[in-house]
């Protein structure tokens, strides 16, 4: 390694070039040469002749750098130190396509699974060159390959970042991506688009409006990779159920109309692999939620809960979560599909104990919503019980330091908030209320929408409406940040009149007999029994789909109307 190092100090470039490519074979073919390369003093030349005036020169040194910085996240940092991305972000800019290739894989190398590579070459400047790149050569496959390899490298595992990077790059770009021939291209394409999709409603209608639904369906029934086909069908669920367990209705009429619900059930009855049956369960659930023509159209294939519920018992964690969740999405606001599924075996509550017990907060959010939803057809223990720990359990999560789990606490809050009617009372009196209220000023976008979607649902519960009234009287900025961050959520309309009274009149805060927040919410600890009796007093069964709701759907103490976020904005 040390006199291939040695050329690097060449003045011809014939020389460099060789060299360069003999540092490509020895990194590429024996890992541990990655850390000699570096540990000789490698990486400094390489960084320097990226600003060489030969092309070809700028191109290898590119490629040795994409081969001795991937996987290796101590070569990622010190080309970081010394200066190694500016350079790499002009040659993308290169009129030399070579060139502009070679710098785009050494970004996304660079960007591979490590956060900080990712915000210096944002910082830096980085994502445009690179979408200029992906725009400007659509029918060059290696240039659009880089491209988009190097923005999803760039994106890492953060969902905002994803829907930034897809905001830039374009629906109508993503879609046209997606009918790509390279396996590398589509997988970007669909990941990106259900990154769009994911409580999303203006991306979800421009997706449709934009002939995205199609696309997605045609490549069901294509020989795609596993990992694209597993994209495709999370991007046709993510089209299809909005904020809170709400059904898009044109969405799912669009891909159940393109023939997705036959090819979906077909799929899980021909597919070896677990992981796709369980996904490709939980696309047809989505599709078919609150859609009675849909349903009807399951009705026709032969599909069964059988196999599912099977899946549920799976050593795989993500299989088995994955069946959960499927058999939750059938099960939400579903009396009917719930006496199928208790027909089609056996949901053991104790199969669930591994999620909530382990330390994976992920894991425990996913499992909580699951037993709660399915508790009234699981077996091993009652029914109130098992809701009540699921209560707990996200209660607790509200209060996690992760944000994400923080969004997924209050996303779950948001889509139990309109299931059964004890479900919000026992939330008030646990005071996850309070909780949500202050995650409306917390720094991350998608926590403060996912809170502000819970809070909306919960005033249609009297007691959570009180409280948030009296915060709102405390704060009164509170109330333009709920609306600010709510979007597409619905929020009681009994609760906005109550608001504008108390503007008109002008009411203190310990008028009109509401409690000061911190006597209306009690202390964090109640116990698991004060949980249990709320529910039995309190187990109706309340769907809530429509624009309004009917009284007999309703917690017979907060008979309210749906308002809409735009309507009261305006």
Known sequence: IVPVIQLLSSWLPTVLVSAMKSLCQLGANYEPNKGEIAKKGGLQPLVSLLENSDPQVQAESANALTVVCRESEGNQNFIISIGGIPPLVKLVQSSNIEVQVSA??????????????????????GINPLIRLLKSNPRNLDVQERASGALWALSGDDPTKQRDIGTKIGIEMLIVLLESKSEKIQFVAAKALSTLSCGTPKHQTKIREAGGVLPLVRMLKQSASERVLLAVIGTLAALSIGLAHTPV?????????????????????????????????????????????????????????????????????????????????????????????????????EQFIRFLDGDDQDEQGNAAFQIIILARVM?????????????????ALLYSENELIQELAANNVASLAHTRAGIPAALVTIGAMERLISLLQSPAELVRSSAAT????????????????????????????????????????????EWEYCLTVGLPSQSAGLIPIEHQMPDHAQSHSTLINQFKTTTIDTPTYGTTMTEEMLDVASTHRYTSASSVAQ
């Open 454 to 497: 819970a809070v909306g649902y919960m005033t249609f519960n009297r007691g959570a409406m009180r409280i948030l009234l009296t915060a709102c009287r405390r704060q009164p900025d509170m109330y333009q940040l709920l609306f600010a961050n709510l979007g597409g959520g619905k929020i009681s309309d009994t609760f906005v009149r």
């Open 249 to 349: 209705k044109l969405n799912q009429t669009a891909i159940a109309n393109g023939g997705a619900i036959k090819s979906l059930v077909q799929l899980i009855g021909a597919t070896d692999t677990d992981l796709v049956k369980v996904q490709s369960a939980y696309a047809v659930a989505c599709i078919i939620l609150a859609h009675p023509d849909n349903q009807r159209l399951l009705e026709r294939e032969k599909f069964g809960f059988t196999d599912l519920i099977e899946l549920l018992y799976s050593s795989d964690r993500a299989v088995s979560l994955g069946a959960g969740r499927a058999l939750t999405t059938f099960a939400y606001n579903n009396i009917p599909t719930q006496k199928e599924i208790v027909k089609g075996g056996d949901i053991q509550y």
């Open 379 to 395: 077996t091993g223990e009652d029914h109130v019980v098992i809701m009540a720990r699921g209560i707990e359990t996200l209660h």
């Open 104 to 125: 785009a894989g050494a970004l996304q190398s660079l960007a591979q699974s490590n956060s900080v590579s990712q915000t210096r070459i944002a910082e830096l400047g």
